[in-house]
């Protein structure tokens, strides 16, 4: 949480931004080293701080200047607590809008890139382009300043999660991810949370569409529609229930529910792939023969992962909360039919593993998220391989020219030249 600066009449009340302050010291004439490592040691001394005022945080910037012996510059220093400069994207079609860090982030976490990490770079980017005076950039030369800070200051592999993406972001190729997984794994909060992330509107969870076809269809036409995935056997035209193998029961009428579901949810697929859009399909009936449909060229980027919770008291505990939280979900029922319901999941992992699709324990919804986004840019790798010229363009050379140095400090510090 970053300190809130409050003006001196309570007028204002804005993020403590360090970049703020190494421009302010950079016009006072300090070098930008120094003036960054100033603005650091401040925001440290600060940090444990909910909130400070203007004035307050303008006495310490001038007894730290003191401190360190640059009293040349306490005369020029001046720190204008306003609003932060508005710097300007312009992507290749020539639209303008404003830097947004929020989506700067979401970006890096789509490429893979651990939430808080992610932060930290886009902060970090933030502040320079605002402390080298920076008020335009394109969509590539941000993207490849991007690239260039996490090539040198992550890692190489965050680097090329981070060109994957780009990569696949500039391209007209649809995204298809499927998740699935027995009652209660939590598909649906995951696939929220995700699409979020990777920037998906297009959400479709399996049992909406069979609750649309329920209402198209009477009960006496298709009664093994009208029943749950885990009992829809009862439903099947069989008359010695009681002499069958039940597991194998339970697998016949999941699968004969799932034929039936596979209309709509191939319809979805073709149109999402027709109009080239990202989708996700969440359910219990998103298996992977659902992509034998999709007619399309070039292919969609298909990822498929299933989401497990393999300990039985866990389980249990997330249906009766589900039923506490949405009390006509009836967690009651569930969880008298807690057998079939394992013995589902049972299935639903083997038949993951036979198609060699990931299984994920789902015990942590973060480390869930983070670990099916990692999926996407596993299979992105396999479709995408630009190198940084061929993605971000000649631009790399421009800016590179323009530079003093090497380092992404020194391109960004370029930029406003």
Known sequence: MKTIVVSDRGQTRIPFLRGILVRSLLDAGLDF????????????????????????????????????????????????FKAPARI???????????????????????SGMKPERAEQVTDQLYERLLAS???????????????????QDVSKKAARRFLLWTEYSQSARPLILLISGTVGSGKSTVATEVGHVLGIVRIQSTDMLREVMRMATPERLLPVLHRSSFDAWCALPIQDHAERDQEQLLVDGYRSQAKL??????????????????????????????????????????????????????????????????????ARRYLERFDSIWSLQSFLL????RCDMPIITNEDRDKTVQQVILQVNQELARHFGGTPREVFGVIIEQMSAAASGDSWFDVAGALAE
Request: hydrophobic share 40%; glycine share 6%.
């Open 350 to 353: 083997s038949e993951a593993d």
């Open 88 to 110: 300007v994207v312009r992507n290749r079609d020539g639209e303008e809008s404003a830097f947004s860090r929020n989506r700067h982030e979401l970006f890096l976490r789509a």
């Open 33 to 80: 080293e120094v003036a960054h490592a100033l603005a650091t040691s401040m925001r440290d001394r600060i940090g444990d701080r909910d909130e400070i005022t203007s004035d307050e945080l303008r006495s310490k910037v001038r007894r730290l200047l003191e401190s360190r012996g640059h009293l040349g510059v306490l005369e020029s220093y001046r720190l204008p």
């Open 261 to 330: 579901i596979s209309v709509a949810c191939e319809a979805v697929l073709q149109r999402a792939v027709e109009e080239s859009v990202p989708v996700i399909i969440e359910g219990v009936h998103a298996q992977a023969e659902l992509l034998d449909s999709v007619v399309s060229d070039p292919p969609p980027v298909a990822v498929q992962v299933t989401l497990a919770v393999l300990k039985a008291k866990q389980l249990k505990a997330r249906l009766k909360g589900r039923g506490e939280n949405a009390p006509k979900r009836n």
């Open 133 to 151: 005076g920076v008020v335009e950039i394109t969509t590539r030369q941000l993207g490849y300043l991007t690239w260039l800070c996490l090539q």
